[in-house]
């Protein structure tokens, strides 16, 4: 099949909206359609201070790439987790991508700054879930100490067509009505965006491959993967049968979205007695699971 806009033969085949594209087109369509996420909802101004958190794997590298390339300030922040070849593994690749987009990197290692690695500690609590914890803690903090305006995170379409499907088939109204492409910034909570949110997985894969980036292709060890991938593999048996199911059940979604509102508990927030960063209790989630005494500082110099 030839490219609908010239006469290359079709890199792929797109299903929605359908029509062929060559690698050209694709990419072009691909960068287009970012910008247009970009600013459909508001999410990043030029003169923002981007923190992009990579993690290795194809989504956030191609998200760093595609900001990098519309000419957004962008740097890289990974984190590495400590779990053994995985991780060693994830901060290679996340070394690389920032060197092929030409872009800073600051590597976080959580062994490092807090004698264990995820999976290491003794905890009743679920692997899957302190990692989630810590992850979000250390990426705001970073962030906040270092003057970002924003952190842009790797979601696409199918993560939050997935974590709508399964949310709404337990009824966890409050998850759901925290979902979306933008998190504002609220205190000392820094901006949170998602500018592939309405990409598919199988175009951010056609991206990667085309602009040349590698990445980790393995799960981690302890992904809770299974729910998340009956969730996506259902999505796409619909959107086999009917083009568009996802994007408009993510799109009216997002229309639709006030109407959880009244879901949310909002709590009163304090600040942490140990790192000065919002809690609803005297200390925050993460000082209370790691037993810190004292603030970590993730002051760097940044350009
Ligand atoms: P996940 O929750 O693993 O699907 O990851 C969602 C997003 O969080 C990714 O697209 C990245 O932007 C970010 N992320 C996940 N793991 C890491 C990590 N180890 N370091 C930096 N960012 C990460
Ligand atoms: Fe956190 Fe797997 S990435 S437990
Ligand atoms: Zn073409
Ligand atoms: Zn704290």
Redo the contacts with the bound molecule.
């Keep these: 099949m030839k490219c609908k806009f010239c006469s290359r033969e079709a890199y792929i085949k797109l299903h929605y909206p359908k029509m062929y594209l060559c690698e050209e087109h694709f990419k072009e369509y691909f960068e287009r359609k970012v910008q247009r996420t970009i600013e459909k909802y508001k999410l990043l101004k030029k003169d923002e201070k981007i923190l992009?958190?990579?993690?290795?794997?194809k989504?956030?590298a191609v998200?760093a790439y595609v900001l990098n390339k519309l000419g957004y300030n962008i740097e890289?922040?990974?984190?590495?987790?400590g779990i053994g070849e995985y991780?060693k593994k994830?901060e290679e690749y996340?070394k690389k991508q920032c060197e092929l987009i030409g872009a800073p990197l600051h590597i976080?290692r959580i062994k490092e700054i807090l004698g264990y690695g995820i999976g290491e500690v003794k905890t009743r609590r679920p692997t899957c879930s302190y990692c989630?914890l810590t992850?979000r803690y250390?990426?705001n903090k970073f962030a906040y100490d270092n003057g970002f305006d924003a952190i842009?995170?790797?979601?696409n379409l199918d993560?939050e067509a997935s974590f709508l499907l399964n949310n709404l088939l337990y009824w966890n109204t409050e998850y759901i009505a925290k979902g979306g492409p933008l998190l504002p910034a609220e205190g000392k909570f820094v901006k949170k965006v998602k500018p592939l949110y309405e990409l598919t997985e199988r175009e951010v894969v056609a991206y990667a491959l085309a602009v040349g980036l590698e990445y980790i292709v393995e799960e981690?060890p302890y992904a809770r993967g299974a729910t998340t991938l009956d969730m996506k593999a259902v999505l796409n048996e619909l959107e086999e049968k009917r083009p568009g199911t996802k994007y408009n059940f993510v799109r009216g979604y997002v229309k639709k979205k006030k109407l959880f509102e009244s879901e949310i508990r909002r709590k009163e927030l304090k600040e942490c007695k140990i790192c000065g960063m919002p809690s609803s209790g005297d200390i925050c989630a993460f000082c209370r699971f790691w037993g810190l005494k004292e603030e970590i500082k993730f002051k760097v110099k940044v350009r």
């Design positions: 992009v958190a990579v993690s290795g794997g989504d956030s998200t890289c922040l990974h984190i590495n987790l991780s994830s996340a976080v989630g992850k250390i990426m842009a995170t790797g979601h993560d981690c």
